[in-house]
Each structure stands twice: as structure tokens, then as C-alpha cells.
């Protein structure tokens, strides 16, 4: 794994220099991708614009697996099969997506929601550029009601604390954007049992799911998603977790890189410090019925 990413490092230094990014010999000293991309990698690399992105995504995917995200990738890895559904709520750049892809394949399909217009539109391309058919990306955000909201953007660039939550005017950008409920999204599409269900939405985790009490009831995913005080306009956890548990669900969550009952979890101590090693806010839900 440690020289996966040495590789992965040097392919994203080539790519860096835009030396790599161009078609013409002369330009790249003579190496193309295919010099340096190993067969059996999983990604079509062609000779376009798309290139870098390309190598972008793959990168930031490998480094979810491998560093970031290790628990929670391996958690998408091990419960998701060839001809399987999931849902990737809050896409953002497309890691979660991409892993999600890879283990439904053709026979499976992925539904990434990604209210962030500039990502939304990215990943559309990624995946167009890799044929692949199995996944569909929506640029929409989720929540208890159809229409249109507001969505705040930190910095006002593509972020990934963008949130349907009330947020400070003064430090967010503000767009309007579209949204639906999962209910809503489903009522009209044929889908086999939905196996997981992936959720990070800053802070707006209970109206999504309320939005989604139906496909709950009825598919009964396993569900992974982001949950903080930090991002809770009441600071509280607890009814997003009620909820849940009233519809038949048992929760867990990461600590330190094994899933232990809900019922050992403390905000107070799990989520005093992000920067500390024992931060947990990574949560799995598992229908007991």
C-alpha cells in the first residue's frame, strides 16, 4: 500500500508540471500515461481535457481508501456487490462514488446527489469519460421537502462544509438550488432493494432522512453518514439518531477504527476536539428488522 501511494504521488507530480497532460511527444519527453498507468487499474485514460481531472479523482479515491476515509471505504467496499444499489448523498468530488461504481459494476448502480453545481457537473464528466453506465449523478440537494432552497458555500468556491443549514452570510456564498426528498426521487423509478445508503450533508442529516422514511421502511439500507454537533444548528445528535432507531435501526459507530455500539458513544467526549486521533463522527445504522 505504501508504494501504491509513492505512485500515486509520482503520477500526480507528472500530471502537475501539465508536461503528462498533453498528447504531444515532444511535450511529455517522450511518456505518455499509458507508460506510467498499470493495466488493470480500473480507469480509462484517453487523450483529452479530461486527463488531469481524471487523475485527480482517481488520486483523491486512493487516498479515501488508504489514509482519509480507510474505515469508511472499506466499510462501502464490504457490503456492496456486483448488481447492488447504493446512494451517494452529498458527492462532493466523486471518491465515494467512484469506489461505489467499482463494486456494483455494469449489473448495479449508483445515485450520487451533488447540489454543488461546478462538482456536479465535474462528475458527470468523470464518469461519462469512463463509460460508465451504472452510475446516474443528480445535481440536487436532499432534504424533508421538495422545491428550492438555499445552499451555503464556505468561501464561496466548491467546498465540502456546503450545507442546507443556516450558515453566516457573511463567510458563505448563497445559491438556490433544487431540491428533492429520497421518497420523492424513487416514487417513479424501478429499483431493485437499495443496499446502502452513504449521507454526508453537514448538519441536514434528519431532514434527509425524513425525506427518505418510506425508502427506509421499505429497502432498509444499511446506512453510513457524517453526524456532528459541530454542524447542528441545536448541537444535539440525539434526534437524529432517535429517529433512525424508531424505524428499526441499530447504531454504531467508528471508534478509532472498529464499529462499536451507539451506546458507548459521547459527544462530549468523542467530539470534543476534531484534531484529536479519538474524533469520531462517522456513524453505520443497521436495520434490525
Known sequence: MSLLNIFIDQIMALA??????????????????????????GLRIERSAMWFPTLKWIYRAWRYRLA?????????????G???????????????SYWMARQVGPRGHVFSFEPQPVLANRLVQLVRGQNWSQVTVENRALSSQEGVATLSVP??????GATLEPRDVNLCEQ???????????????????????????????????RGAAQLLRQHKP?????????????????????????????????RQGKLTSLQQFDPVIHQADPE???????FVFTATA
Open 16 to 41: 502537475k508540471d501539465s508536461q503528462i497532460c498533453s498528447s504531444d511527444p515532444k511535450r511529455t519527453h517522450g511518456r505518455t500515461l499509458r507508460d506510467v498507468w498499470p493495466p488493470g487499474c
Open 68 to 80: 482519509t476515509e480507510r474505515d469508511e471505504i472499506a466499510f462501502v467496499r464490504s457490503h456492496l
Open 82 to 96: 456486483p448488481g447492488d444499489v447504493a446512494i451517494d448523498i452529498g458527492a462532493h468530488k466523486g471518491a465515494f
Open 155 to 160: 468561501g464561496g468556491k466548491p467546498s465540502p
Open 175 to 209: 445559491i438556490t438550488v433544487p431540491v428533492s426528498t429520497l421518497d420523492s426521487y424513487f416514487a417513479d423509478r424501478q429499483v431493485s432493494a437499495i443496499k446502502l445508503v452513504k449521507c454526508d450533508v453537514e448538519g441536514h442529516e434528519l431532514e434527509v432522512f
Open 222 to 254: 444499511l446506512l453510513l453518514f457524517e453526524c456532528e454537533t459541530r454542524h447542528r444548528q441545536d448541537g444535539r445528535l440525539d434526534d437524529v439518531f432517535r429517529f433512525l432507531i424508531d424505524l428499526g435501526y441499530r447504531g454504531e459507530f467508528f
Open 276 to 282: 484529536n486521533a479519538a474524533y469520531a463522527n462517522n
